[in-house]
């Protein structure tokens, strides 16, 4: 069972960038897809992006298309998120998320059956 922790919120005004990393132990990182959703006060998980197990295939919301950039590095067993151009309706809660891989990257959270503690972004006007 892999085990996941996220890592590099806090918080940045209004333009700034973070990158959050989702560091996993247990089997082999390289065997699950990884995914980053976002929950704010009141509100579902959302989903923000995923990777699949190689990093080649990469999927986005539309909100974070162009600002964000998902990536991994299997050596390490760590997955990112790269964070650019922030905006106060980025603050959330974010949280990464681990599935197995044969059926590539998903949007939903329900398919992923383990998850961080998350990470509070919280960004200033």
């Known amino acids: 069972q892999v085990q996941l922790a996220e890592s590099g919120g806090g918080l940045v005004q209004a333009g700034g960038s973070l990158r959050l990393s989702c560091v996993a132990t247990?089997?082999?990182?390289?065997?699950?897809?990884m995914g980053w959703f976002r929950q704010a006060p009141g509100k579902e998980r959302e989903f923000v992006a995923g990777?699949?197990?190689?990093?080649?295939?990469?999927v986005y919301a539309d909100s974070a298309k162009a600002r964000f950039i998902i990536s991994r590095d299997n050596t390490k067993n760590t997955g990112y998120l790269q964070m650019n151009s922030l905006k106060p309706e980025d603050t959330a809660v974010y949280y990464c998320?681990?599935?197995?891989?044969?059926?590539?990257?998903?949007?939903?959270?329900?398919?992923?059956?383990?998850w961080g503690q998350g990470t509070q972004v919280t960004v200033s006007s």
């Open positions: 998320g681990a599935k197995e891989s044969p059926h590539g990257v998903a949007r939903d959270a329900y398919e992923y059956a383990y």
């Open positions: 247990g089997p082999p990182f390289s065997s699950y897809a």
């Open positions: 990777i699949s197990w190689s990093g080649v295939n990469t």
